[in-house]
T-cell receptor
Framework: QQQVKQSPQSLIVQKGGISIINCAYE??????FPWYQQFPGKGPALLIA?????SEKKEGRFTISFNKSAKQFSLHIMDSQPGDSATYFC??????????FGKGTMLLVSP | DVKVTQSSRYLVKRTGEKVFLECVQD?????MFWYRQDPGLGLRLIYF???????EKGDIPEGYSVSREKKERFSLILESASTNQTSMYLC???????????FGPGTRLTVL
């Protein structure tokens, strides 16, 4: 089974710090790597995504770093805020295939 | 504003009951998906549909069926609910050829 391995399971970061969540994949055919953010009681929402033709994508305080040779990608949240406290999922797919999700990371940003 | 809606936010059913979970999207998306979400297990794909009247099994289809009679509506059916189907159920849709999925708010189902 195609897998996406996500770490850590949970993360506590102080306000203003950098939150880093990592994912590793096995299938070299994957060509789309999104991150989803989920608040309690809500469905996941697409946060940011990257394709393997670039090594980094930044949107505001959120950055995806992508390492094709290592088959790894990570989410960096700069200047983390209490409002960023949520569960984050990485995912991957190729072409028309279904998304393969990581198991999620619960982020808590302490005030 | 794009939207995926699910018929119920919370549902309580008894073992053996037939359960229908409804999902409607207003984005004219071809693809629709049903996931269940459980602590520590992430999102697991139950069924998906690429078009009206088409359905494909996901990773955990056992105990479930689906129906897609109209493009905007995708129903998940638990023929005979069991306690191990207590979970959060999430519906999603995606435009053909694009990779990002839009999720509904979820239905928290409890089977007693």
């Amino acid at each position: 089974q195609q897998q996406v391995k996500q770490s850590p399971q949970s993360l506590i970061v102080q306000k203003g710090g950098i939150s880093i969540i990592n994912c590793a994949y096995e299938n070299t055919a994957f060509d789309y790597f999104p991150w989803y953010q989920q608040f309690p009681g809500k469905g996941p929402a697409l946060l940011i995504a990257i394709r393997p033709d670039v090594s980094e994508k930044k949107e505001g305080r959120f950055t995806i770093s992508f390492n094709k040779s290592a088959k790894q990608f990570s989410l960096h949240i700069m200047d983390s805020q209490p409002g960023d406290s949520a569960t984050y999922f990485c995912a991957a797919n190729s072409g028309y295939s279904t998304l393969t999700f990581g198991k999620g990371t619960m982020l808590l940003v302490s005030p | 504003d794009v939207k995926v809606t699910q018929s119920s936010r919370y549902l309580v059913k008894r073992t053996g009951e037939k359960v229908f979970l409804e999902c409607v999207q207003d984005m004219d998306h071809e693809n629709m998906f049903w996931y269940r979400q459980d602590p520590g297990l992430g999102l697991r794909l139950i069924y998906f549909s690429y078009d009206v009247k088409m359905k494909e099994k996901g990773d955990i289809p056992e105990g479930y069926s689906v129906s897609r009679e109209k493009k905007e509506r995708f129903s998940l059916i638990l023929e005979s609910a069991s306690t191990n189907q207590t979970s959060m159920y999430l519906c999603a849709s995606r435009e053909l050829g694009l990779a990002g999925e839009f999720f509904g708010p979820g239905t928290r189902l409890t089977v007693l």
